[in-house]
């Protein structure tokens, strides 16, 4: 028995890193999972994305779990194209518990232009608008929806990273005022909605040459190796990064009942990143 036998979750940016990760974990608890990814580059990120065949193994290790997986390929940009692609998979699997919106980039470093704010404002942003907007039509009592946040975010606006680092800073810290202003009014239904934040988390977000260059200005074309070097200095116990399975273990939680009176929280998986950093009442 599973803490999510028969339920149904869908999770946008599933075809890799912490989307694929909370997608084989929801699976591993029972859920079917409708896996929403763009597979494609966009032209103002500064490093690439996914894949059809990554969203292909997240399919493949969902359906190990003896669950459904129905996959498909949209830009959480696109309004229309996000609605029509969660009733397709609420069709095809005949119901919606779980939403998690997880899609973003973060467009760091060089090769940043005015176009890498808007990709990041309609991805991390209103790509989340369009995954929980499109899920609610389909949710009952019970539900619960989980947003992808950031430490980064709750630590300050980060107007010094260019425009795409400027744009993930403002999306993110939206976002939590988002779900803090939903949760009032989806409390009445007894449907939750909670963000949680991570820190630094080892998936391709983090190993890029924008973000190596971000942790070591110093360098003119750092590697990850000397990446590596200043990542502790985000968190406060003594580690480089979070693993996705970190973040999962939280999600999992939140998508379970026994989360089921915790709702308008902004939840930190940052490894003492935050008290590190911000003085006790600020």
Known sequence: MGKLDDKVAVISGAARGQGRS????????????IVLDICADLEGNTYPLSRPEDLDETVALIEKHGVRAHPVIVDVRERGAVWAAV????????????????????????GQTLQSWSDTIDTDLAGVFNVIQASLPHLKAGASIIATGSLAAQLGSSTKQGPGGSAYSLAKQVVAHYVNDLAVQLSKKSIRINAVHPTNVNTDMLHNEGMYKV???DLDAPTREDAEKSFYAMQGMPIP???????????????????RYITGSQLRVDAGGYVKSVLWGK
């Open 22 to 33: 909370h997608a084989v974990n929801l699976a591993a608890e029972g859920a079917s999972v």
């Open 87 to 110: 009733a397709e998979g609420v069709e095809a699997l005949g119901r919606l518990d779980i939403v998690v919106a997880n899609a973003g980039i973060a467009p760091l470093g060089k």
């Open 215 to 217: 942790f070591r200005p």
């Open 241 to 259: 990064y979070i693993e996705p399975q970190d973040v999962s273990d939280l999600v999992v939680f939140l998508a379970s009942d026994q989360s």
